[in-house]
């Protein structure tokens, strides 16, 4: 049990685009989903926490308007890359949890922006 | 604020022999101790979890010690095969429910 999964795993997409990530729970209700970024041989940078039905709570430096998070359901987050630039470029990772502090990542999704 | 220190940041070691990565934490707080796998290119894998009522958790070839005094946590992999090798994360869980992760160690382990 405990499978998350992303969709796409990857993605190239041109400047000034937006991109959307899919993250869901497959065999379980999520409570929070959290969504991160991770830059090469870099440790894991959380962007966002995010509650089923609630506003995420953004990371300090991280900007809302850019990174649109939507947590419509106990098993679904998206995370939506606005008018994306080539400094977007990353490797993002989603996780869920169903208990305080244990979290299950993704897959990751590769983003490469032209 | 909350920090993690994870050491050391690489580690080569022949097959068969055993490998030990060390983190400490500085939220006397955390109670949960989760380790993660991280293959290239794939998302972090849970390996083993500790909360802070245990000070060692074992499964088959992976062990996780807990020193909450000394805000110390291990994880130990014995007979090291090469699939082991991977980039290692330890984390600590943080007062806002979130995980507060280490630098990672890459295993290297050989053939």
Redesign the interface.
């Given at each position: 049990g405990?499978v998350?999964s992303?969709h796409p795993s990857w993605v190239i997409c041109k400047s000034g685009t937006s991109v959307k990530i899919e993250c869901r729970s497959l065999d379980f209700q999520a409570t929070?989903m959290?969504w991160y970024r991770q830059f090469p041989k870099?440790?894991?940078m959380?962007m966002a926490?995010s509650n089923e039905g609630s506003k995420a709570t953004y990371e300090q430096g991280v900007e809302k308007d850019k990174f649109l998070i939507n947590h419509a359901s106990l098993t679904l987050s998206t995370l939506t890359v606005t008018s994306a630039h080539p400094e977007d470029s990353s490797f993002y990772?989603c996780s869920a949890?169903r208990e305080?502090?244990?979290?299950?990542?993704?897959?990751?999704t590769?983003l490469t922006v032209l | 604020g909350e920090n993690v220190e994870q050491h050391p940041s690489t580690l080569s070691v022949q097959e068969g022999d055993s490998a030990v990565i060390k983190c400490t934490y500085s939220d006397s707080a955390s109670n949960y101790f989760p380790w993660y796998k991280q293959e290239l290119g794939k998302g972090p894998q849970l390996i083993i979890d500790i909360r802070s009522n245990v000070g060692e958790k074992k499964d088959q070839r992976i062990a996780v010690t807990l020193n909450k005094t000394a805000k110390h946590f291990s994880l130990h992999i014995t007979e090291t095969q090469p699939e082991d090798s991977a980039v290692y994360f330890c984390a600590a869980g943080g007062s806002q429910g979130n995980l507060i992760f280490g630098k990672g160690t890459k295993l290297s382990v050989k053939p």
């Open positions: 405990a998350v992303q929070t959290f870099q440790s894991l959380l926490t990772i949890s305080e502090h244990t979290q299950y990542f993704g897959p990751g590769r | -």
